[in-house]
């Protein structure tokens, strides 16, 4: 049934979206950016594929960093508030309105990286599996699979820590970023089920932002 | 499958929180024991939706293809651009459906068609969608006629037991505010106040279409009148003028809000957009019926000779723009309040067929925009 309140929530999302990101991670998401392009933009000129660009926050970034990015997202509010963002540089970058699910039709091998920013956690399980397996492909062997996102903290404490404020936390994550998310459980073996070899995992905000980076074997 | 304890009271909670989002995990399921030839049915995640869907299949071997669809109702999540074009692929693609029948075809909940397109499904994906009841308990029926939908099932109710629902949605979360705002100072409040909100809620909807025009003013009056009784009732002391007060907002907030948003029946007033008008380029119709095959409220009528649509039933529009949406020829559009036409695309883009953001959007829109700012 049609609820008004909740269209009106929905609507304004799009505008609340980073200033709301930015207040639930604590201002911890761009360090987790900034981590992210670094690893993505190691050799200047890289072709770099993003998946679920959002707002455009970590594409500025990657192209700031010389990168030429390719990059898609399946809303074309989205795309328009990240072109904007972008402003000039806006033309040296490729833009798709696409889901993630199609990245299949791109060509094998054909980006040095692929970076996907709260992306996954937005996906079901399979679709996530998918998109991993995809990305492994277009991505040429030796090239790198960069993941920041949402995860599940580990260890006993934490975990207990997180669950407790899950409900809450998932609550101000909707009003405040019109968001509904899961964080994974454990990105680094999704990575590895896709066929990726895990390099390295960096944590932020106790345990619940992570920053994941994998190489596609040669 | 008989209905179980867990089932009843997430039912419960989840019709009470309705407006929450509350997601189930997105994928493939099954009911009964499909196979290769089995109907495929895509649905969003909203975990209620899910659960009744398999209730509804009972006694059909059939396919649920679960998309993600924020974790929001079909209606609400195809409006709001959760559950559009892209997030049908992305389920049919990847959850696992293709190895499993032989067929590409799948059918969609008709209240999806205000968000996705169904021959940009197939140009993307390769699989045909057609859009069925509205309601999910349809479906059997819709099986057993070979995919044929009747009048009836085009068209969303809004009986008894949708009005209880929506009075439940509305009650749970004022009578809780309110009880919850009266506890501290006035804790003998609490009750009375809950069940004063609950008992509103449910005379509201269910004496909705009763309740004469204009209900904006009747209701704002009422919401003032009540205020002032909880301000004065509340007695001397901040604490209990500062109780009164809040009451008195929360009652405010729930007799203004514009309740034709969520009912069926009644495009509302509150908003400019919602005076939106819909209208037919005749020149364009071709007659292929898209628009009257998605329209919840059967406001268009088929006409041969030539062959096309003419709106009957403007009144009933409740400017969902599912027509305009599934319109192959862009044939359907809206008007807004000055007659200004707002492209079909724009609505296709941007979602959210019964609000604003769209004009923003449109060329037209941001003149408007920016005259009413300059004014
Ligand atoms: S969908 Fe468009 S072209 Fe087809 S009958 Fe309706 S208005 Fe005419
Ligand atoms: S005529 Fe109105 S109610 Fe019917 S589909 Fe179009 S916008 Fe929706």
Redo the contacts between chains.
């Keep these: 049934m049609s609820s008004l309140a909740l269209m009106r929530w929905l609507e304004s999302a799009p505008d609340r979206y980073d200033a709301g990101m930015r207040l639930l991670t604590l201002g911890r998401l761009s360090r987790v950016h900034r981590a992210a392009a670094e690893a993505a933009c190691a050799e200047p000129g890289a072709r770099v594929l993003e998946i679920g660009c959002g707002t455009g926050a970590l594409t500025e970034r990657l192209v700031r960093a010389g990168a030429r990015v390719t990059a898609l997202d399946h809303s074309a509010e989205m795309l328009e508030r990240a072109r904007t963002r972008l402003g000039e540089r806006a033309a040296g970058v490729e833009w798709l309105e696409r889901s993630a699910s199609e990245i299949d039709a791109l060509p094998d091998a054909s980006y040095d990286v692929a970076v996907a920013s709260l992306c996954l956690s937005d996906m079901g399980a399979s679709e996530r599996a998918f998109v991993l397996r995809a990305l492994a492909a277009v991505v040429r062997p030796g090239g790198a699979v960069v993941i920041a996102d949402e995860v599940v903290p580990n260890g006993g404490l934490r975990r207990a820590v997180h669950a407790l404020v899950r409900v809450p936390q998932a609550a101000l994550g909707w009003l405040l970023a019109g968001a509904v998310s899961s964080p994974l459980r454990d990105p680094a073996a999704e990575l590895r089920q896709a066929g990726l070899r895990v390099q390295s995992e960096r944590r932020w905000l106790g345990g619940t932002l992570a920053l994941v980076v994998a190489e596609v074997p040669a | 499958m008989s209905l179980r304890w867990s089932d009843l009271w997430r039912d419960v909670a989840q019709t009470a929180l ?4 509350w ?1 189930t ?4 399921r099954s009911v009964g024991d499909p196979g290769p030839e089995s109907p495929v049915v895509v649905t969003g ?1 909203y975990d209620l939706t899910v659960r009744r869907l398999v209730r509804a299949l009972r006694g059909v071997d059939a396919w649920i293809v ?1 998309a ?1 669809s ?4 079909v ?2 999540a195809a ?4 559950l ?1 074009t ?2 049908v ?3 049919l ?4 459906v293709e190895e499993r029948v032989r067929h590409r075809r799948a059918v969609l909940p008709q209240l999806a068609a205000t968000g996705v397109i169904g021959r940009d499904v197939s140009r ?1 994906c390769g699989w045909k969608v057609r859009f069925g009841p509205a309601r999910a308990d349809d479906l059997p029926e819709y099986f057993a006629n070979r995919d044929q939908k009747t009048d009836a099932m085009r068209r969303v109710r809004f009986g008894v037991v ?1 009005r209880l ?2 009075a439940c ?1 509305w009650a749970a979360p004022t009578a809780f505010l309110l009880a919850a705002a009266a506890a501290p100072f006035r804790p003998g409040w609490s009750i009375p106040l809950a069940g004063g909100a609950t008992a509103l809620s449910v005379a509201l909807f269910l004496g909705y279409d009763r309740i004469p025009a204009p209900r904006r003013t009747l209701f704002a009056a009422g919401a003032a009148i009540l205020a002032a009784v909880c301000v004065t009732l509340a007695g001397g002391g901040a604490p209990a003028l500062a109780t009164g007060v809040a009451a008195g907002l929360v009652l405010a907030a729930v007799l203004t ?2 309740y034709s ?4 029946i009644e495009g ?1 007033s509150h908003f400019e957009e919602r005076r939106w008008r819909i209208v037919l380029d005749p020149e364009r119709c071709d007659g292929v019926f898209s628009c009257w095959e998605v329209c919840p409220e059967a406001c268009f009528e088929k006409r041969q000779d030539p062959r096309r649509v003419e709106i009957a039933y403007h009144e009933r529009c ?1 400017r ?1 723009g599912a027509c305009v949406v599934q319109c192959p020829k862009d044939a359907l559009s809206f008007n807004d309040a000055d007659g200004r036409r707002i492209e079909p695309d724009v609505i296709r ?2 979602k ?1 067929n ?4 769209r004009v923003v ?1 449109s060329p037209q829109g941001k003149q408007g925009q920016e005259e009413a700012g300059t004014r």
């Excluded at chain 2, 693609?93 to 696992?96: F, H, L």
Aim: some cysteine; overall charge positive.
């Design positions: 309705r407006l929450v989002p997601p995990e997105p994928g493939l995640n679960v993600a924020g974790g929001i109702n209606w609400c409006s709001g651009g959760h559009t892209h997030q692929v992305a389920a693609k990847t959850c696992g993307r949708e629902e929506m949605t809000y514009d948003g969520t009912t069926p509302g409740v969902c883009r941007f959210l019964l609000l604003g953001k959007a």
